[in-house]
């Protein structure tokens, strides 16, 4: 499409857009990667003859995936909102697929104006790998207590310091963090793990999956979870589940814009 063939419109849109992550070097631009930000952009750009900038909701790691990740940006001009997500399910890749798009006040910022995300993470339990979950989900073909990873994660809920749960070398200096809830749910040979919060670390979902499933397997006891916490070093805690079980599920926005309050 070209720019004459473009409607004269502009504003601020807020988009919502799944992928997989598994071809995708994260969600943030990097130079000479391919990566998610730098696709949507680009897509944008060429679309519009003009640089456009992404704005995400948060930067899913290397192989993460996003049911529903948000961002913003800025047009000059281009089609109305209600045609963005039939023009860029034609330009975009097969494993970016746009879901939602909306006219939004310039006051909406996809990662400032977040108060919850949540995040799941999906094990899958069979005593062989499934062909058609390997992508999106962690193997674990060894039985695990759910009881006690559920007394666990229950150790978690509330506003702590995650240093003990996060990378090492994650660059922000406050490291305290909310955790709204965080259930573990079985479903015959799945097991799901939903972490809703104010926001989340570098790895923290991932290494709090792990510890939980270290739990889950006898080498880390339940009770031990304060005094991890409390340790405040990564050491501490478990192994970081790998990244392609994890999944950006939602994120929620409390301000109304345009007379209603924006989620998925």
Same mark, same amino acid.
């Given at each position: 499409?070209?720019?004459?063939?473009?409607?004269?419109?502009?504003?601020?849109?807020?988009?919502?857009?799944?992928?997989?992550?598994?071809?995708?070097?994260?969600?943030?631009?990097?130079?000479?990667?391919?990566?998610?930000?730098?696709?949507?952009?680009?897509?944008?750009?060429?679309?519009?003859?003009?640089?456009?900038?992404?704005?995400?909701?948060?930067?899913?790691?290397?192989?993460?995936?996003?049911?529903?990740?948000?961002?913003?940006?800025?047009?000059?001009?281009?089609?109305?909102?209600?045609?963005?997500?039939?023009?860029?399910?034609?330009?975009?890749?097969?494993?970016?697929?746009?879901?939602?798009?909306?006219?939004?006040?310039?006051?909406?910022?996809?990662?400032?104006?977040?108060?919850?995300?949540?995040?799941?993470?999906?094990?899958?339990?069979?005593?062989?790998?499934?062909?058609?979950?390997?992508?999106?989900?962690?193997?674990?073909?060894?039985?695990? !207590?759910?009881?006690?990873?559920?007394?666990? =994660?229950?150790? &978690?809920?509330?506003?702590?310091?995650?240093? %003990?749960?996060? @990378? $090492?070398?994650?660059?922000?200096?406050?490291?305290?963090?909310?955790?709204?809830?965080?259930?573990?749910?079985?479903?015959?040979?799945?097991?799901?793990?939903?972490?809703?919060?104010?926001?989340?670390?570098?790895?923290?979902?991932?290494?709090?999956?792990?510890?939980?499933? !270290?739990?889950?397997?006898?080498?880390?006891? =339940?009770?031990? &979870?304060?005094?991890?916490?409390?340790?405040? %070093?990564?050491? @501490? $805690?478990?192994?970081?589940?790998?990244?392609?079980?994890?999944?950006?599920?939602?994120?929620?926005?409390?301000?109304?814009?345009?007379?209603?309050?924006?989620?998925?």
């Amino acid at each position: 499409m070209s720019t004459k063939s473009v409607e004269s419109r502009g504003g601020r849109i807020r988009l919502v857009v799944s992928y997989d992550g598994a071809d995708f070097h994260g969600f943030a631009r990097q130079k000479g990667l391919r990566t998610v930000q730098g696709v949507l952009e680009d897509t944008l750009s060429n679309l519009l003859g003009t640089s456009i900038e992404v704005h995400g909701s948060g930067r899913t790691d290397k192989g993460v995936h996003a049911r529903a990740q948000v961002v913003h940006f800025d047009l000059p001009y281009g089609p109305p909102a209600d045609r963005i997500v039939h023009v860029l399910s034609r330009r975009l890749p097969n494993d970016i697929i746009p879901i939602s798009a909306s006219q939004v006040d310039s006051t909406f910022h996809a990662r400032f104006s977040v108060v919850r995300k949540t995040y799941r993470y999906h094990i899958f339990r069979g005593n062989l790998p499934d062909v058609f979950k390997y992508r999106f989900s962690w193997h674990v073909p060894e039985a695990l !207590d759910i009881a006690a990873m559920r007394r666990a =994660a229950a150790h &978690l809920v509330g506003e702590h310091d995650f240093t %003990s749960f996060c @990378a $090492a070398a994650a660059p922000q200096e406050n490291k305290v963090r909310i955790i709204y809830q965080l259930c573990i749910e079985a479903s015959g040979e799945d097991l799901y793990l939903y972490c809703a919060g104010s926001g989340f670390l570098q790895y923290m979902v991932r290494i709090i999956t792990g510890t939980l499933v !270290d739990v889950g397997l006898g080498s880390i006891s =339940a009770e031990r &979870l304060p005094d991890i916490l409390a340790a405040r %070093s990564r050491e @501490a $805690a478990g192994r970081t589940a790998p990244a392609h079980g994890l999944c950006l599920w939602n994120v929620e926005y409390p301000i109304v814009y345009g007379g209603r309050v924006l989620d998925l």
